[in-house]
């Protein structure tokens, strides 16, 4: 099956800094990879995903990127905002959601 | 749509006391998701149905849980007896299909065995 590693699994940043998360994967095959924040005492929300054929994406202070040789892909946070201290969870998908382990990232005012 | 509705959003049991967990997906989403989350574990997939039928129960972790998708609005995740161990948030999700469609979570089942 698939094996996703997520780091780091805490982050700490400065207001207005940018933060970054990476993952890597194992199975070539996996061909879907959808970012998750989950804020303290509320469920997982998908926030933005990226498919195989694409290489960037960006949607206003987030974008990710992959790199299907290398088999990694990375969250970009920038112009981070207090509100975004939150879990990350990464996932790379086959037949299911192999999720990372999870960054705890916060922003400090 | 009102999304992924699980009940009850808090359970309270003593040990070895049978609890069930229940889940509506979002409606024409043909996969539904039962997770396990904790600090220790994180994000632990413990079933999967696509189309009400279970495809990968590999991690539901014993005998003492149990799933079934009866029909396409309606999920439940029993586990008994329960024991201090199974203490979590228990998180439903459903998608579109698996593979390229996110999930989408309910707000999860906050279970507390005493």
């Known amino acids: 099956g698939e094996n996703v590693e997520q780091h780091p699994s805490t982050l700490s940043v400065q207001e207005g800094d940018s933060a970054v998360i990476k993952c890597t994967y194992s199975?070539?095959?996996?061909?879907?990879f959808p970012w998750y924040k989950q804020e303290l005492g509320k469920r997982p929300q998908l926030i933005i995903d990226?498919?195989?054929?694409?290489g960037e994406k960006k949607d206003q202070r987030i974008a990710v990127t992959l790199n299907k040789t290398a088999k990694h892909f990375s969250l970009h946070i920038t112009e981070t905002q207090p509100e975004d201290s939150a879990v990350y969870f990464c996932?790379?998908?086959?037949?299911?959601?192999?999720f990372g382990t999870g960054t705890s990232l916060t922003v400090i005012p | 749509d009102a999304g992924v509705i699980q009940s009850p959003r808090h359970e309270v049991t003593e040990m070895g006391q049978e609890v069930t967990l229940r889940c509506k997906p979002i409606s024409g989403h043909n996969s539904l998701f039962w997770y396990r989350q904790t600090m220790m574990r994180g994000l632990e997939l413990l079933i999967y149905f696509n189309n009400n039928v279970p495809i990968d129960d590999s991690g539901m972790p014993e005998d003492r849980f149990s799933a079934k998708m009866p029909n396409a609005s309606f999920s439940t995740l029993k586990i008994q007896p329960s024991e201090p161990r199974d203490s979590a948030v228990y998180f439903c999700a459903s998608s579109l299909q698996t593979g390229n469609y996110g999930y989408t979570f309910g707000s999860g089942t906050r279970l507390t065995v005493v």
């Open positions: 990226i498919r195989s054929n694409v």
């Open positions: 199975d070539s095959a996996s061909n879907y």
């Open positions: 996932a790379a998908t086959g037949n299911q959601f192999y």
